[in-house]
């Protein structure tokens, strides 16, 4: 019998994901395992960690990897690259650690342009701490640090990530991809391509961010959630390439 | 690399030990009394095809570092007290991640900005830690621009040799002097760093470097095995230096460049008929406790001679465990303690004077 749908070589063989049930983390995962695959640089991979549900990567894709404190993972990946400037380097962060507390350090890497590609779940959400107010959390959004809502007078506005990144001289791709349908996952596969084909083509920073669902901190039904993916999120967070070199 | 002596300040000469050393990335952000550092390693890295980054913070250098220092390289960052404050957090990681990082500490006033008047304020900071966690650090403390280039040297063969950061601690006075030293040659063997290192999966098992241990056990154990590590460190690389020990009465102690003056002073007191003998750490963690309590038990009393508050002091009295008096003779920053200062300081507390301060 001919074997037509397996887990991708550069993934752990015996796991079961320990993710939230309809949390997109899981896609978004197999996503970089499969193109992973595809370019065939699992061996060539050296990754620096986030902190937050995305940490979880490293039990699920059977790769090299170092622990950096919470957002400082691209500061992490460019001493990794610098130091072996051979190697793939990648990251993959929520929103909070690539945004919030690692903006500085993200942006930066863009600006300096190093060939390192990043990958930022975008959840609208603390999701680890259970679903605290983040710098991508809705303008109207409750969570458990705004009850009654995010408005601008007291919490400020959400980041629109890929824009920023795509403003970076040295960013060479940005975009920001959904996990919501199965024709969106698709797209999302080919932007995580291209953020890693960048690099290896050497022309500086690939970024692509994701939005993802968040069903247990959204208080709301897998599907419910990918509804609030369409309606709520991509009108603030649209979809799209917002740089290519 | 030249045995001949040269005159070079420390900041640079702390640059060129590295660069002779083998370190292969800097990574670093400006600030008196150290920038020199970075200023000459920006274009001698690139010089020699190796890497330079001028972070956007000292938080973005430390985690530089440690992401290069996974990947078997060595790598360095430098900094000054307040903004090395900035940099605890990831030496707790290092700690616990077991990452040979090396971090140059050319000290300044504190506390907050301070100023950049010399001081010796940043030994708890060192030697205790300003991260979360039990951890320990190793810290080397030069006294010359000579030591300056032996301990930078040394610092980059600790951190590989026992995968656990390295801090030296240099000050504003040693950093900002110049003096003669000569490099030689890096003296130390390369360390193998294959079996943990880095490099890709490459016909090997994936590796992780973490410190998260979602099992109480695992944890528990892990703890454990830092503190072992260390213990074998302070088997094996605990360093001091003494003068006149063997008939002192009274012992002048002190870390880094204060030396120079208690070993002056030392030679005053001989002079006016007052048995005075040295004791310098080099390594101020591990700390030689174990030969100040056995110079205590001979009933050797102590004189902590310090540009701080009295940092160094509570270890030399904890090391004594009362077996002797100790006192402190210091000033907390600004103009290094003098010879005549030392002197009479001593002085007034053989007398049973108050020993606090000696510019009171």
Redesign the interface.
Known sequence: MQQIFSKPKSMKKDFRYTFCPGCDHGIAIRLIGEVIDELGV?????S??SVGCS?FL?DFL????????HG?AL??????????PD??VFTYSGDGDFASIGL??SM?TAL?GENITAFCINNTTYGMTGGQLGPTTLMGQKTTTSPTGRNKDYYGYPIKIAEHIALCDGTAFSARVSLDTVANINKAKQAIKKAFQVQLEGKGFGFVEILSSCPTNWHMTPEEAHERVRNEMMPVFPLGVFKEI | MTTEKVLIKGNYAIAQAAVNAGCQCYFGYPITPQTEIGEYLSGKMQELGRAYVCAESELGAINMVMGAVSTGVKAMTSSSSCAVALMQEALSYAASDELPVVLVNVMRTGPGLGYIYPAQGDYNQAVYGGGNGDYKIIVLAPSTVQECVDLTYRAFYLAQKYRNPVILLADGLLGQMMEPASFGEYPYPEVDVSGWALTGAKGREARKIYSVAPDEKKQIQHIYDLHKKFEVIAENETTYEEFNIDDAEIVLTAFGSMTRNIKAAMNVLRSKGIKAGCFRPVTLSPFPHNRISELALKGKDFAVVEMNMGQMFKDVKYAVDGKSKVDLINRPCGEWLSVEEIVAGVERVMQGGKAYAANI
């Open positions: 699992r061996e060539e991979i050296i620096s960690t940490v490293y059977d790769i090299d990897a170092v622990e950096a404190p400082r500061a992490s990946a460019t001493g990794v690259k610098r130091a072996r190697k793939v500085a350090e930066h300096r």
